[in-house]
């Protein structure tokens, strides 16, 4: 069974940062596609940012761009979400999941039925 381990959230004031890292037990054709994901309280889940670990193809939503930034590790079973300038709507449990799917699904993918792990807050004040 594969793990997913998020790291690194925290609080913070508006305008600073944080480096969120996950951790995903095996590194293959089942994890391929990697993402972060974030619910605040009463909202919806949201796609924040992906990454395909073998075209390297990256997504963001519109809201973060600019400021946030995803990588991989050298292994590529670690997973790295750089966030600058953060705002306060940036606040939510952040999630990493990795699933199987090619790279132009990887940028519009739900990730269902993929591995997730528990989640990892972030809070930003004004």
């Known amino acids: 069974q594969v793990q997913v381990v998020e790291s690194g959230g925290g609080s913070v004031q508006a305008g600073g940062a944080l480096r969120l890292s996950c951790q995903v037990s095996?590194?293959?054709?089942?994890?391929?596609?990697m993402g972060w994901f974030r619910q605040a309280p009463g909202e919806g889940r949201e796609r924040v940012a992906t990454?395909?670990?073998?075209?390297?193809?990256?997504y963001y939503v519109d809201s973060v761009k600019g400021r946030f930034s995803i990588a991989l590790g050298s292994t590529k079973s670690t997973m790295y979400l750089q966030m600058n300038s953060l705002k306060p709507e940036d606040t939510a449990m952040y999630y990493c999941?990795?699933?199987?799917?090619?790279?132009?699904?990887?940028?519009?993918?739900?990730?269902?039925?993929?591995?997730w792990g528990q989640g990892t807050q972030v809070t930003v004040s004004s």
């Open positions: 990454i395909h670990s073998v075209s390297g193809t990256t």
């Open positions: 999941a990795a699933i199987n799917r090619p790279p132009w699904e990887c940028k519009i993918s739900s990730f269902h039925g993929g591995y």
């Open positions: 095996e590194n293959s054709y089942n994890t391929r596609c």
